[in-house]
T-cell receptor
Framework: GAVVSQHPSWVICKSGTSVKIECRSL??????MFWYRQFPKQSLMLMAT?????????EQGVEKDKFLINHASLTLSTLTVTSAHPEDSSFYIC?????????FGPGTRLTVT | AQTVTQSQPEMSVQEAETVTLSCTYD???????LFWYKQPPSRQMILVIR??????QNATENRFSVNFQKAAKSFSLKISDSQLGDAAMYFC???????????FGQGTILTVHP
């Protein structure tokens, strides 16, 4: 089956620093990848849609300058949280589409101290 | 636009019993599909079942089945012979075949009692 990986699985960073999260489709090419944010016991909130070779489309209310998304190849999308603050601490999940199917990564837990 | 509503924040069931999770939706899409995802404590999203809206027959996957009522915009999930491993947060949702974005409901936490 289609596999999506994320790296790192857990990251702790200091307030004011930036952190990059990678999302890779391991055995298929994904023209579109999605980034979600999830708080404990809540639903997934779509942050942005990432298409290979073009600028990401951000959902309303998501700061594009704070959450930088790059989709440089058909198998890799990255999310960079810039100048992180404690309120950015959350669980970030990516997914990659293959046809009308979406495959989810295992998620990245970000803790900002 | 699509909206998905799960009105049961928490549900519980005894092992080996049957439980039904409710979901209603609204969509402006003519070509769409519905799904249930399971998120166990590992937080990995696992597709439980998917139903194409144009199909009248309810989808089934082993112990999991759906009751799809298109006119009522209802899409409930029935779990038969519940197992301890079914304990998780369950998300109902919809997607359009013409675009990739998925819309998720609020989620239902399912507890399975031994």
């Amino acid at each position: 089956g289609a596999v999506v990986s994320q790296h790192p699985s857990w990251v702790i960073c200091k307030s004011g620093t930036s952190v990059k999260i990678e999302c890779r489709s391991l055995d298929f090419q994904a023209t579109t990848m999605f980034w979600y944010r999830q708080f404990p016991k809540q639903s997934l909130m779509l942050m942005a849609t990432s298409n290979e070779g073009s600028k990401a489309t951000y959902e309303q209310g998501v700061e594009k300058d704070k959450f930088l998304i790059n989709h440089a190849s058909l198998t890799l999308s990255t999310l960079t949280v810039t100048s992180a603050h404690p309120e950015d601490s959350s669980f970030y999940i990516c997914s990659a589409s293959l046809g009308s199917e979406q495959y989810f990564g295992p998620g990245t837990r970000l803790t900002v101290t | 636009a699509q909206t998905v509503t799960q009105s049961q924040p928490e549900m519980s069931v005894q092992e080996a019993e049957t439980v039904t999770l409710s979901c209603t939706y609204d969509t402006s899409e003519s070509d769409y599909y519905l799904f249930w995802y399971k998120q166990p404590p590992s937080r990995q999203m696992i597709l439980v079942i998917r139903q194409e809206a144009y199909k009248q027959q309810n989808a089934t996957e082993n112990r999991f089945s759906v009751n799809f009522q298109k006119a009522a915009k209802s899409f409930s999930l029935k779990i038969s012979d519940s197992q301890l491993g079914d304990a998780a947060m369950y998300f109902c949702g919809s997607g359009g075949t013409s675009y990739g974005k998925l819309t998720f409901g609020q989620g239902t936490i399912l507890t399975v009692h031994p």
